[in-house]
């Protein structure tokens, strides 16, 4: 059954997903970071977090206190990253996405394109 996209249901999935995942553990082991997602739709802005923490993350919806980078696209462009049929970086230098600390970002590139192959895999409804 699909779970809605950015549900607290599909948070979990993630969740799940990425802590089962060795390759996202390996690349994530020896970082640690407090991502904020804002997806903007309409008027409306969606928000989600993932907290990377050597290897282990935790993944909620709404607000994060402090994060340490945040991400803001359009919920088209989360789409289209979630589905695997956009790079963080192409959609990053065709200015799809905006990155409040370009050099945390890039340090947990690794992590990051590890998180995007298995967030892709969840059978989600958009």
């Given at each position: ?66 994060p ?43 992590a ?15």
């Amino acid at each position: 059954m699909a779970i809605r996209f950015l549900s607290e249901e599909w948070a979990q999935a993630v969740k799940d997903g990425l802590n089962a995942n060795e390759a996202f553990r390996s690349a994530s082991k020896g970082s640690r970071a407090l991502i904020q997602q804002v997806v903007t739709k309409g008027d409306d802005d969606l928000s989600y977090w993932m907290e990377i923490d050597n290897g282990v993350v935790e993944v909620g919806t709404g607000r994060a206190e402090k994060p340490s980078l945040t991400i803001t696209s359009t919920y088209e462009t989360a789409e289209a990253l979630a589905k695997g049929e956009l790079s963080p970086m192409a959609a990053f230098m065709s200015g799809k996405i905006e990155v409040s600390n370009v050099m945390s970002a890039m340090g947990l590139q690794g992590a990051l394109s590890s998180a995007g192959a298995v967030i892709k895999d969840i059978d989600t409804e958009y």
